[in-house]
């Protein structure tokens, strides 16, 4: 009898575990067509030199060779790094600047973060265009402004000239998703320091400054650290929808914003090289890797867990 | 007596600082704000002026207001297929990935089986790839299929559930208590049965956020579309603002901004006022992907 009642219960079990299993279906077919078969196709293909019109012969390792002594190449990779790296800092000391004001309890917050997170919902595209007749030569409207401040009519290319292309652009980084994603995370997470450290502090004198950094940094690293993570792949992934529309597939001027997925889709639709583009991808793919493991190998290190 | 005095002086003086700290900070806020805004007036504002204005002066408010420009866009490109090509885009996957992230997410926050730690810290770890570095094998892949030239690389891979949208269900699904379910198991229910009578009625806001972060993802994607849509068939609205809307400026000298303003204004306004009813949802949704655990 009671053998009985135990085979029931697993029986029971298992079918229990196979309703799991069916509902995970969905997720594994489509992380087996669309991630894992992609994946090894792409390193598949980066060892032919497979044309667009889908012309391809095994060539070895002669993607790589031929990447590795392309200047352009080394270019993109500096580039995406520096950019990736930047656009997180830059973009998370912007959206917790903008936390910390919501946070400070005032009338009309409501509409302060509508217009803080609005830039978040408009299309990059949208996003570029505006910024590429702001930061234009002529009739743009920061050369406007700063021509009334200056005195004399001052024209300068922001987009176009190597001097001023990095603040434009990090300047623009700032209006999009990423930043406005950051900041309602960062938000919540400052509501949940508690009060009483602040109060302590208050008690030991200490300045806003010392405040910000041995009570507030501590507490929302665990925040930071997934907006660190959530932060990089969007500016892999997003850095191709803002500089498409904003500088061009050559990442002008001088391939100064010529990031990896520029580059990319460069060599696959222009060049028609499609066996070369899977090779980058490759790079790309491995880039987004190693910043994975570098902003953990850094959190274990610098975050900092309640329990 | 005096010291009396002295404390009334050292409350006032804290009450000015208090104010004075207000006012700052309130100004603050103010520029932070204006700094944030003005790419969108300054997209609607040229959206109303004449090409020569807009080539000769920065002015925020347009000397004659025309309409001139949406008629232009409307009247030189086919605005309305594209528009129903972005619909459709959004629509599809939309529905797709909130019917299987849902599914999906359901055993992960609710079920003990085997692998399950093991599935989840997958789905987190395709969370960190990025969609660029899969997009030309995917290409070929969907090339092969005859999938290119369509919306169909874009609806079809939502039907099979976002680790990202995954990940938000599972968060919302542990919120709701656990108590609940047994009960329904109580009454007789099956798996199923808790899911669509349990757990889908409670997380309709869920379901509407998760909705809304989708629409506007999608709504604004370029990147996918850039990469499988070459006829004009299929074209979705930001991928015209980049070809289309270009072209259609008349002369290839000079770019006929105001126009493309008109069209970056058309193209503003369906997410801004999807923000301006759901904020609530959109803003729920994006804290709670903050959440440890």
New interface residues.
């Given amino acids: 009898m009671a053998n009985n009642q135990s085979s029931k219960a697993s029986k029971n079990k298992r079918k ?2 196979l ?3 069916a ?2 279906a ?2 594994f ?3 087996l ?3 894992l ?3 090894g ?2 390193f598949i ?1 980066s060892l032919t030199n ?1 044309k667009l019109n ?1 012309i391809s012969q095994f060539i070895g390792l002669a993607n790589y060779k031929n990447m590795l002594s392309s200047p352009t190449f080394w270019n993109s990779l500096k580039v995406t790094i520096f950019f990736t790296i930047i656009m997180i800092v830059v973009t998370a000391i912007w959206a917790v ?2 936390a910390m ?2 946070n ?1 309890k ?1 009338r ?1 917050n409501g ?9 978040s ?7 570029a ?3 590429r ?2 930061f234009g030569k ?4 920061l ?3 700063i021509s009334i401040f200056a005195g004399k009519n001052i024209s300068i290319n922001w987009l176009y000239d190597s001097h001023t292309v990095y603040f434009a652009v990090f300047f623009i980084t ?2 999009t ?1 990423n930043t ?2 950051m900041m ?2 960062f ?3 400052l509501n949940d320091v508690p009060r009483e450290l602040y109060e302590a502090c208050d008690l030991d004198g200490a300045s806003g400054l010392r405040k910000f950094s041995n009570v507030t940094l501590p507490m929302i690293s ?2 930071v650290l ?2 660190a ?2 932060g ?2 969007s500016a ?2 997003g850095s ?2 803002l500089l ?2 904003l500088t061009g597939e050559n990442g002008d001027p001088n391939g100064m914003t010529h990031v990896l ?1 520029l580059l ?2 460069k060599e ?1 639709f222009s060049n028609m090289k ?1 066996g070369y ?2 090779a980058l ?1 490759v790079v ?2 491995f880039v ?1 890797c190693c910043f ?1 493991i570098a902003i953990f190998a850094i959190s274990k290190k610098a975050v900092f867990y309640e329990n | 007596m005096r010291i009396k005095r002295k404390d009334g002086e050292k409350m006032y003086s804290a009450r000015t600082k208090k104010k004075i700290e ?1 006012i700052g ?2 100004s ?2 103010s520029i ?2 204006v ?6 007036v ?2 609607f504002s ?1 959206s109303f002026k004449t090409l020569t204005e ?5 002015n ?1 408010m347009p000397k004659n207001l025309t309409w001139e420009n949406f008629n232009y866009i409307f009247k030189n490109s086919n605005y309305f297929l594209y528009l129903r090509n972005t619909v459709l885009l959004m629509g599809g996957a939309t529905l797709g990935t909130l019917v ?1 992230s849902s ?2 997410a ?3 926050a609710r ?1 003990e ?2 692998g ?1 730690n093991a ?1 989840f810290a ?2 987190v770890g ?16 969907f ?1 092969k299929i005859g999938w290119l030239d369509s919306l169909l690389p874009m609806i079809i ?1 939502a ?3 976002y ?1 990202y949208n ?1 990940f938000l269900f599972r968060q919302f699904f542990r919120s709701i208590p656990k108590e609940l379910d047994e009960s329904a198991y109580i009454d007789g229910c099956s ?1 199923m049965g808790v899911f669509f009578k349990v757990l889908v009625p409670l997380t309709q806001p869920t379901f509407v956020t998760i909705g809304v972060l989708s629409c ?1 993802f999608w ?5 996918q579309p ?2 499988y849509i070459n006829s004009d068939r299929w074209r979705t609205l ?1 991928i015209a ?2 070809t289309t809307f270009m072209y259609t400026s008349g002369n290839t000298f000079v770019i006929n ?1 105001p126009s ?2 008109a069209a ?1 204004t058309l ?2 306004i369906p ?2 006022i ?3 009813c759901g ?1 609530r949802f ?2 729920e949704g ?2 709670t ?2 959440l ?1 655990g």
């Fill in positions: 229990n575990h309703t799991a299993y509902f995970c969905p997720w077919i489509g992380f067509c669309f991630t078969f992609p994946i196709f792409m293909t497979r889908g600047i903008m004001l919501l400070y005032q009309l509409i302060f973060q509508f217009c803080y997170f609005l830039p919902v408009v299309p990059s595209v949208a996003l265009y505006a910024f007749t702001i002529d009739a743009g409207l050369n406007a402004v700032l209006f998703y406005g994603q309602l995370i938000r919540s997470a665990p925040i997934f907006n993570v959530m990089c792949t892999l992934n191709f929808a498409y529309p997925s990319v889709y696959a499609v583009a899977c991808s790309l793919f987004a994975g | 207000r900070v309130i603050l806020k932070v704000a700094i944030m805004f003005f790419p969108i300054w997209v040229g807009f080539t000769t002066s920065a925020i299987s599914l999906v359901y055993p992960l079920m089986f085997p399950k599935i997958i789905i395709t969370m960190m790839i990025p969609n660029i570095a899969l997009i030309i094998p995917q290409y070929i892949m090339g891979p039907w099979f559930a680790p995954v798996k506007v709504w604004n994607e370029l990147t850039v990469f930001t603002l980049m901004w493309i303003m970056c193209m503003i997410p801004m999807l923000y301006l904020s959109l803003v994006i804290k992907s903050g440890k």
